[in-house]
């Protein structure tokens, strides 16, 4: 008798055609991980610039208001003042989505949500401005990140210690 040899060695098209269906599901998953990833990242990168941009400004701030000899008029959104070294400058924000702005040109940092002072005649007593009595300066700044995540600083400036009184 003869025998028939079958040949096994190969796959069928069924086998191929599952093989090339469960591939493209893995792919289009990994794909998409991979996009989140990067959305992620994109996300995150966006927030930390726009993160230092409000650093640095608060920091300008800060330093614009320790340098200060006299304060000419206190407003919530702008203060007048006068430099150690001379000159009038101002800082102030219109609102809504302006610029805050040094000396009524010079744009500090931009869009900006939230922008104020708070005088304090001590630590915990916040006043309007009456100059000789105001100690503390409190600075709040706000900026729209990334996926519309707000970002918020607060600081203060203790006039007293920065102008030897």
Known sequence: MKRQLSNRAGFTLIEVIISIVVITIIAAIAGFGFIEITNGYLFAKKNASTAQQAQIAMMRIKKELSNIN???SGQPT????TRVLGGSHTISWA?????VLIDNT???????TLFGFVYYNDY???APYTGANTSIIEITLQVQGAGGATITFKD???????LNL
């Open 70 to 72: 006299s304060v000419s």
């Open 78 to 81: 702008s203060i007048a003042y």
């Open 124 to 126: 915990l007593t916040a």
């Open 156 to 162: 203060r400036v203790n006039l007293n210690l920065e």
């Open 106 to 112: 010079d744009t500090l940092i931009q869009p900006v």
């Open 95 to 99: 609102g809504g989505n302006s610029p």
